[in-house]
């Protein structure tokens, strides 16, 4: 069967298994079944959006306006198609891991993630809800949710990229956050 794996990095031949930057993952080579999913990972994000329907259809959710235009748009990437000896799957639909280094058959360049995952949408592949159109519980929640993450990663005193993207992106989380930890 063949999987695939989306990186940043173009010209790889070789797979090698590798610790996800933002995530407590363990060191495997990660892939799957899905094209649409795999090209999500075309960028190294803080935080994956995406979900399943009660139908099994892949969705992204956009959790702050622009979100897909602001995070993919005119990032290149490498689309990889492999086909490992040997898989386990994870909790994740649709993902698999190798904990062995695994050989790439093939390399798509992905001139702009964006665009092929608006491709993707066009073709029925996958489900892009925009910000715009999310209900106002749903907005409620992903607020709660970063205030956590921001909580959780002790983004007001640890300074530097992370921080800045959720204080960027999540100013009413952040905000939130703000306030709890000031004196009264």
């Not at 790439?104 to 996958?126: K, M, N, S, W």
Request: negative net charge; proline residues 9%; charged residues 25%.
């Amino acid at each position: 069967m063949a999987f695939y794996h989306c990186s940043p990095t173009a010209g790889l031949t070789l797979l090698r298994p590798g610790k996800p930057l933002f995530s407590e993952k363990p060191a495997m080579v990660y892939m799957t079944t899905l094209y649409p999913m795999a090209l999500m990972y075309g960028i190294q994000n803080y935080e994956y959006t995406y979900g399943y329907t009660r139908e099994w259809q892949i969705y992204l959710d956009e959790y702050f306006p622009d979100a897909l235009a602001v995070l993919y748009r005119g990032k290149s990437a490498s689309m990889y198609l492999c086909s490992p000896e040997k898989t386990n799957p994870t909790r994740i639909p649709n993902e698999v891991v190798s904990p062995e280094a695994v050989p790439v058959l093939r390399e798509e360049r992905i001139p702009d993630v964006y665009q092929a995952l608006l491709e993707q949408e066009r073709l029925g592949a996958l489900v892009i809800r925009r910000y715009s159109a999310l209900p106002q519980e749903t907005k409620d929640w992903i607020r709660k949710v970063e205030a956590d993450t921001i909580r959780q990663k002790h983004l007001l005193h640890t300074p530097g990229p992370m921080a800045d993207y959720y204080r960027t992106h999540y100013p009413e989380s952040w905000e939130m956050v703000e306030k709890e930890s000031s004196p009264t």
